[in-house]
């Protein structure tokens, strides 16, 4: 079974530092793999979405990198700001062993707290 | 602007009470669409994967006969929380699946409290 891990488990930095956030993932194989937002009582935002074949993707201050052989990814943050301050949690989706069906597999999130 | 539409976003109701929650996806059809509950800082759990035409798929441990999903058209799925009691109170989110770019869309969640 899938297991997605996130490090660390919260983070509080002042507002301009470059961050990292880590995601770990047990079984390579898997579809894609995303990272959303989520905001205190509300849903997720899809921030990046990195398909299998692909080694990383860019959206604004945003990059994400996979490395599925080592079942890692990054979410890179450069220049912070109070207003990124959500929890980030990376997501990667596959297929249960022996079922077709597709699902997302969370990691706890990561708690990101930016000060001005 | 969002592509899925969940309502309602808060919903309270009294013990023994049935609460149907609704996710629609705006902009796509959606044959797969994911229910999640979400505990407080705690990440999310999936509950089902509903299927358009087709029964829903459960996830070891979540009751069937509890949670009822209906997934009647290609833009909406609906989870039916019966007999509700305040355990069941948590936030639930719904996703939808874009199958041509492999997104996973989601909802707004839906809090719901159980008195």
């Known amino acids: 079974k899938q297991e997605v891990t996130q490090i660390p488990a919260a983070l509080s930095v002042p507002e301009g530092e470059n961050l990292v956030l880590n995601c770990s993932f047990t079984d390579s194989a898997i579809y894609n793999l995303q990272w959303f937002r989520q905001d205190p009582g509300k849903g997720l935002t899809s921030l990046l979405l990195?398909?299998?074949?692909?080694r990383e993707q860019t959206s604004g201050r945003l990059n994400a990198s996979l490395d599925k052989s080592s079942g890692r990814s990054t979410l890179y943050i450069a220049a912070s700001q109070p207003g990124d301050s959500a929890t980030y949690l990376c997501?990667?989706?596959?297929?249960?062993?022996?079922?077709?069906?597709?699902?997302?597999?969370f990691g706890r999130g990561t708690q990101l707290t930016v000060w001005p | 602007g969002a592509v899925v539409s969940q309502h309602p976003s808060r919903v309270i109701c009294k013990s023994g009470t049935s609460v149907k929650i609704e996710c629609r996806s705006l902009d796509f059809q959606a044959t797969t669409m994911f229910w999640y509950r979400q505990f407080p800082k705690q990440s999310l759990m999936l509950m089902a994967t509903?299927?358009?035409?087709?029964?829903?798929?459960?996830e070891q441990g979540v009751e069937k006969d509890k949670f009822l999903i209906n997934h009647a058209s290609l833009t909406l799925s609906t989870l039916t929380v019966t007999s509700a009691h305040p355990e069941d109170s948590s936030f639930y989110i719904c996703?939808?699946?874009?199958?041509?770019?492999?997104?996973?869309?989601f909802g707004e969640g839906s809090r719901l409290t159980v008195l």
């Open positions: 997501a990667a989706f596959g297929a249960d062993r022996g079922s077709t069906l597709g699902r997302l597999y």
């Open positions: 996703s939808a699946y874009r199958e041509n770019t492999g997104e996973l869309f």
């Open positions: 990195i398909q299998s074949s692909q």
């Open positions: 509903s299927n358009e035409g087709s029964k829903a798929t459960y």
